[in-house]
């Protein structure tokens, strides 16, 4: 039934328009209003804010995953993990159409354009500081953390607590996305959601370079895993993506021609990744793993 779900959610997720109950508006709206109520209080800035905030909300979903398990043969809750799925997936434009824009502006030299693509991709951080030839690279290691955010991760959670797993993982991608952009959230409480998304991420991260390495250039993605080791793990993946796309590290050639085209193979490099994940999945129904 899973694996079901997912193709559908895939398949109605490319439908779907931007914005609407999958944008981050109402989470914001809500977490600005708790947060007003809790920090006279002093409950806010820790661990228990985050916990306030999100356990609410993740519930719900999890009494109706449990009590739709059995109701009219499992459709109930094969609506259910579709309708979660498409949430996880996020309520933007997608990395698709986002990517295009970027590609078109730097195709042609508009470099205020190209800039604002390249913002889009990184989920609004400012690339205002990096030159016009090195916006291309920049690109192709967004949209391997946008798939990471708003694909990959997503899927993998569904895939073992179900769709309170899918829901939960977005609520804390949006908890730490307003930490980032609210100055007053609290040192405490932008640390506890940090970890929290750290530890969620540390597993489907890992799997992801896998399937990148089956996907494309298996040595090369795999040795600069292992030798990015003393970085953080979303650089750590970036620089296995350029592998697996089959491109030289920098100290190898300098400067690097990372190329349009190269951030295209990257976007092809995430669609058989998606495959190997999918193929992954349907060999763990058949097994009846899960």
Known sequence: MKIIALLLALLVNSFMSPG?????????????????????????????????????MVLPVLILQILSANLLFGLVWLVLSVLALCFAFGGGETI??????????????????????????????PADDLAFDAMPEAAAGAIVLRARTRLFAPVFWFMILGPVGAVGYRFVVLARAFADSHDNTGPQFCFSVERLLFWLDWLPNRLLVMALALAGHFSWAWS???????????????????????????????????????????HALLRRALYVWIAFVAALVLFGLR
Do not use: C
């Open 224 to 266: 600069r895993w292992e030798q990015s080791e003393d970085q953080e793990d979303e650089r750590r993946l970036i620089s296995a993506s350029v592998g697996a796309v089959g491109l030289p590290p920098e100290a190898d050639q300098a400067p690097r021609d990372f190329t349009t085209e190269a951030v295209e193979d990257t």
């Open 96 to 125: 698709e159409a986002e990517l295009a824009h970027f590609l078109s502006a730097w195709r042609q030299g508009d470099e205020e354009l190209a800039r604002a693509g390249l913002v889009a991709l990184q989920s609004g951080q």
């Open 20 to 56: 609407g109950w999958r944008s981050a508006s109402g989470f914001n709206r809500y977490a600005s209003w708790l947060q007003q109520r809790l920090l006279p209080m002093g409950l806010w800035d820790k661990a228990l804010g985050a916990a306030v905030l999100l356990v609410p």
